[in-house]
């Protein structure tokens, strides 16, 4: 087929170390994938090493723009996407070339037979740095091998599709969803996996362990110290996504059931990071988006309210907060979930 079957969208920014890394997996494929390095304005020799790739390999583009964040990144990728499916991986993550193969497998033969499939699930492995144990995250309660529909979907707590667990198909980010990430903003991942749900009819999960989650650099997005940092931008995501889930709520209930409990993880997140930062101004900000999720959706308001995470965010004081925080790092280690 003249179209290729998945494209592999590699937002890149100051990449060079690790880049090769995550490009070696794909190049035995070069006849079902296209991979798309968008150069987000780096500053070291990544648009080289992506000019370099491409010129070497006619399924490689290398696409280059000012510097306008990761969700930039990834908007640009899919708006040059040429493939049927589409597939996000970010810079110093990468893909297992076998398991890579059986995905591709999968895909062609759903075009093949003209029964695509929306969203395809796979698993993802925590990679981090020092561990000799690698934690699988998969989803044991879906069904295998087989298309289902939202009724026969069951997440339980600290289960939750991630960037790192998903291929859409490209046409539906693109023409159904339109989904058009914000730029200059960290933890757009989130509203990547969150929006284009509401449009997936069909899913599939291959219980592969396809994507590698690299985690330990310290200047890394999810790093700790560094999110509190970015509380403010945590915070921006929390509210497209408030706003998107206010106005889409004519869905399947179930659907519904698991956007609700996937925002309230992420108001969780975002309500300990302010608490963290610990200012008056950042105290501020968590009061205020609790008063707006109360205005915005007041049964949603109560659902969260009276949950065990909206009560511990929400203890009064300073020893209330210094609970809060307590009680989120034991619950962190347990779920995962920032």
């Known amino acids: 087929m003249n179209q290729p079957v998945l494209s592999i969208v590699v937002p890149c920014y100051n990449s060079a170390d690790y880049l090769q890394r995550c490009v070696d997996p794909v190049l035995p494929y070069g006849d079902q994938v296209e991979l798309l390095l968008v150069d987000d304005g780096s500053t070291d020799q990544t648009p080289q090493l992506a000019d370099k790739l491409a010129a070497n390999y006619q399924f490689i583009r290398a696409l280059h723009q000012p510097n306008g964040g990761h969700g930039q990144a990834i908007n640009t990728g899919m708006a040059n996407a040429r493939g049927f ?20 497998d999968f895909l062609t033969q759903t075009i093949v037979d003209q029964q695509p499939v929306d969203m395809l699930i796979a698993n993802f492995i925590f990679d981090r740095v020092g561990s ?40 539906l980010l693109t023409e159904e969803a339109h989904l058009q990430l914000p730029p200059h903003t960290f933890y757009v991942d989130n509203i990547y996996v969150f929006e284009p749900l509401v449009y997936v009819k069909t899913m599939y999960y291959l219980d592969i362990d396809l994507y590698h989650y690299f985690l330990g650099r310290d200047d890394q997005s999810v790093n700790d110290a560094v999110m509190i940092t970015r509380a403010d931008q945590q915070l921006r995501v929390n509210r497209i996504m408030l706003e998107f889930y206010i106005h889409h709520q004519e869905i399947n209930p179930k ?22 930062q610990n200012t008056r101004e950042s105290l501020a900000e968590k009061r205020q988006l609790w008063r707006d999720i109360r205005a915005g959706d007041k049964h949603l308001y109560h659902q969260f309210r009276r949950n065990s995470f909206g009560i511990v965010v929400n203890l009064p004081g300073r020893v209330g907060r210094k609970m809060t925080v307590a009680t989120y790092n034991i619950a962190e280690k347990l779920y995962g979930f920032s």
């Not at 997140?269 to 608490?275: A, C, D, F, N, R």
């Open 85 to 104: 499916y589409l597939k996000v991986v970010d810079s110093d993550d990468w893909l297992d070339q076998g398991k890579l193969a059986q995905a591709l």
């Open 132 to 171: 000799h144990h690698q934690k699988v995250m998969n989803y044991p309660q879906l069904l295998i091998r087989q298309r289902f529909g939202w009724d026969q979907v069951h997440f339980p707590f600290g289960k939750y599709l991630l960037m790192h667990s998903v291929i859409y198909r490209t046409k």
């Open 255 to 276: 659907l519904q059931s698991y956007l609700r409990k996937y925002l309230q993880i992420i108001t969780t997140i975002t309500s300990v990071l302010l608490i963290k």
